[in-house]
Structure formats: C-alpha cells, structure tokens
T-cell receptor, first 116, second 110 residues
Framework: DTAVSQTPKYLVTQMGNDKSIKCEQN?????MYWYKQDSKKFLKIMFS???????INETVPNRFSPKSPDKAHLNLHINSLELGDSAVYFC???????????????FGPGTRLTVL | RKEVEQDPGPFNVPEGATVAFNCTYS??????FFWYRQDCRKEPKLLMS???SGNEDGRFTAQLNRASQYISLLIRDSKLSDSATYLC???????????FGTGTRLTVIP
C-alpha cells in the first residue's frame, strides 16, 4: 500500500557509469517531481511532470534525463555520473500541477546515490 | 537571496518544553505555505499547512505574517518523537513547485 515508491533505495557506483532510478505512485496524482537533497540537506527541485508532460526543468546538467512512460511513473536516468552527483534523490507526487498555488506533495523514501 | 530562509538550529529542548521556529520567504507572490517534517534518513512529510489566520493542530500552531513575509511553527509540550528537522515550504501561483528551506533541526531531550 506504499503511496510513492522508489527503487533502488541505495545505489553505489563508479564515476562515469550510467544509472537509473525508478519512481511509481499509486495515488492517482497528475504531477510528479524529482528533487535532489545534498549533503547540506538542501532540497531542490530538479524536474516536474504533469500528466507525462515536462513542466519544470531546473538548471540541471543534461546528463540527467527524466522519463515518464505514464502519469504513475517518473524515472530518472543519469549519464556519466560524477562525484558531485552523490546525494539523496527524492521522487514526489501531488494531485494538482501547482499552478493553483497549492502544493501538498507526497514523497518517496529516497534513493541514496554514492558515486565513488 | 534564497526563496526561503530558516535558522538551521540545532534546537535542543527538554521534554515538555515549548519551542518555536521561524522562517522568512523572499517572494511576496508566495501563495501557499507549509511545514514539512523530515526524520533522519527519511523523506519529508507534510506536517501542516499554514493559513493566513493561523491554525492549530493539536500541540502544533502555525502562523503567517504576510506583511513581514514570515512564518512560524510553535510546538507545545514537546515529545521525544518530535525530534526531527522541520522544513518551511512555500509555493506561489504559477511556480508549479515548492521552495524548501534548509530546515531547522530539533532534538527533544529526556
């Protein structure tokens, strides 16, 4: 009965590798997000999708590519991983697109990525 | 200037104490305000929304001062289980995402 799930929970990999993180929500929400939380605990939006359409693409290196096969899934693929990519990546979802000024979001458990 | 600023703490308080956190936001167009809670190595979870008139949920009281662009969270009768990081969050119409503060860490001591 998990609302927002992510896999894997932990990911340890070498610099230069390509990896993917998967996210699924069973809340019937229209909007999904990827956030990055760095070592200083600052949580920053990376991408937002509404009904499979990209809405937000913050200043993120183009090595990061989100993919939304349907509105319940938002995956994150990262090419050529760098040391600075080490962080916790959170997926989230919300009912509305945020345009109405609301924004209660439900977060997945996070994926702790360590690049060696 | 950051969208949302908070005192990172840590706040170490004894059980039963009352503690207050403050937060300021930079954009006057901000429309919606929230407090999220994040436990160590866990995901953020919505604690409560913050309404213009102020609102209360059990031991938690949230207040908003639009003129000063300031949000507060008051926790009364602190419990050990209140130990967490409290994130101040704002949204604005059309921004389509939430802006998070870096959080205020609270430890309630027995």
């Amino acid at each position: 009965d998990t609302a927002v799930s992510q896999t894997p929970k932990y990911l340890v990999t070498q610099m230069g590798n390509d990896k993917s993180i998967k996210c699924e929500q069973n809340l019937g929400h229209d909007t999904m997000y990827w956030y990055k939380q760095d070592s200083k605990k600052f949580l920053k939006i990376m991408f937002s999708y509404n009904n499979k359409e990209l809405i937000i693409n913050e200043t993120v290196p183009n090595r990061f590519s989100p993919k939304s096969p349907d509105k319940a899934h938002l995956n994150l693929h990262i090419n050529s991983l760098e040391l600075g990519d080490s962080a916790v990546y959170f997926c989230a979802s919300s009912q509305d697109s945020g345009l109405a000024g609301e924004g209660k979001q439900f977060f997945g458990p996070g994926t702790r990525l360590t690049v060696l | 200037r950051k969208e949302v600023e908070q005192d990172p703490g840590p706040f170490n308080v004894p059980e039963g104490a009352t503690v207050a956190f403050n937060c300021t936001y930079s954009n006057s167009a901000s429309q919606s305000f929230f407090w999220y809670r994040q436990d160590c190595r866990k995901e953020p979870k919505l604690l409560m929304s913050v309404y213009s008139s102020g609102n209360e949920d059990g031991r938690f009281t949230a207040q908003l001062n639009r003129a000063s662009q300031y949000i507060s969270l008051l926790i009364r009768d602190s419990k050990l289980s209140d130990s967490a990081t409290y994130l101040c969050v704002v949204n604005r119409v059309g921004a389509n995402n939430l802006f998070f503060g870096t959080g205020t860490r609270l430890t309630v001591i027995p």
